[in-house]
């Protein structure tokens, strides 16, 4: 459980690194997007949370890996509910936000 705990910690830490260094279109780091996404679809080192998992693949959906990112957004949504899919969402807008002020400031 450590390991999974360091190794969700570190995919975060990327996704987060590329998100800030490039602009949303340019970005080519889906596969860390979903991977994040699956940590926390499982609940591997991380507590589960459909909601999170949901906008890691919006933004993956985005990338170089839209794909892959829209068939697991399509099998996880079976599986939310209302309420995970409306909090997944808002998620995904404010990281949305939190990335065009970013970009917007340099």
């Known amino acids: 459980l450590q390991d999974l705990s ?3 910690m570190y995919y ?5 690194l590329y998100r800030y260094c490039v602009s949303v279109f340019q970005y080519d780091g889906g596969h860390w997007l979903i991977g994040l996404a ?3 679809s499982k609940g591997r080192g991380v ?4 909601a999170e998992a949901y ?12 794909d892959e990112a ?9 599986q939310m509910s209302q309420s995970e899919l ?8 404010q990281r949305q936000q939190l990335g065009e002020e970013k970009f917007s400031e340099s």
């Open 38 to 40: 699956e940590f926390y």
């Open 86 to 93: 409306a909090d997944g969402e808002k998620r995904y807008q």
């Open 47 to 50: 507590s589960k949370d459909l």
């Open 55 to 66: 906008m890691w693949l919006k933004l993956a959906n985005e990338s170089n890996e839209a």
């Open 6 to 8: 360091k190794s969700a």
């Open 70 to 78: 829209e068939s697991e957004l399509t099998s996880l949504c079976a």
């Open 12 to 16: 975060r830490k990327v996704v987060d």
